[in-house]
């Protein structure tokens, strides 16, 4: 089954810094890439998604990558504010099983 | 916006007793599943649930769990004799084909 691995396990920077998130997963025929943003005690929130049909998608200071060759898409967050830390986890999912297979998340520290 | 929504938020119960953890989901989605977080720890699949069957299971979700849509809005989780290593957060969550997966808030589960 698919495995997603998640890098790196925590992450500090400073406000305005750039942060990079990255994950590998195993069965190339995962096609849908979603990535949540967890609050302590709260759902995770969906925050951007790719599927294996692009390259690259951006929403304002938010992108991810995809590389379906090497089997590794990144989270890309830009100009961080304090308000963007949180835990976010990368996930993986196959058509027609209709499960998401998660990461083990990335707690990300902005300090102003 | 709609919302899935589920209940408890929070649940404490003695080890053996059977818990049913409830959830309605988004009303137009056709896709309904179970995942659960440890605290601490990442997201996990437990089940997905589709044209009223199962149609996926993850190891986790062994004869001490079962889930129902007893009514068109209701899906339930029912585990029958918790264990302390039952505790966790158990989000509820909803979809179409294709699309995007919803959260639900969460029920977190403390057995003791």
């Known amino acids: 089954g698919e495995n997603v691995e998640q890098h790196p396990s925590t992450l500090s920077v400073q406000e305005g810094d750039s942060a990079v998130i990255k994950c590998t997963y195993s069965d190339s025929a995962s096609n849908y890439f979603p990535w949540y943003k967890q609050e302590l005690g709260k759902r995770p929130q969906l925050i951007i998604d790719?599927?294996?049909?692009?390259g690259e998608k951006k929403d304002q200071r938010i992108a991810v990558t995809l590389n379906k060759t090497a089997k590794h898409f990144s989270l890309h967050i830009t100009e961080t504010q304090p308000e963007d830390s949180a835990v976010y986890f990368c996930a993986a999912e196959t058509t027609g099983f209709q499960k998401l297979v998660f990461g083990t998340g990335t707690r990300l520290l902005v300090s102003p | 916006e709609p919302e899935v929504t589920q209940t408890p938020s929070h649940q404490v119960t003695q080890m053996g007793q059977e818990v049913i953890l409830r959830c309605v989901p988004i009303s137009n989605h056709l896709y309904f599943y179970w995942y659960r977080q440890i605290l601490g720890q990442k997201v996990e699949f437990l089940v997905s649930?589709?044209?009223?069957?199962?149609?996926?299971k993850s190891e986790i979700f062994d004869d001490q769990f079962s889930v129902e849509r007893p009514d068109g809005s209701n899906f339930t989780l029912k585990i029958r004799s918790t264990k302390l290593e039952d505790s966790a957060m158990y989000f509820c969550?909803?979809?179409?084909?294709?699309?995007?997966?919803?959260f639900g808030e969460g029920s977190w589960l403390t057995v003791v």
């Open positions: 969550a909803s979809s179409n084909a294709g699309n995007t997966i919803y």
């Open positions: 649930f589709y044209n009223n069957e199962i149609s996926e």
């Open positions: 790719i599927r294996s049909n692009v």
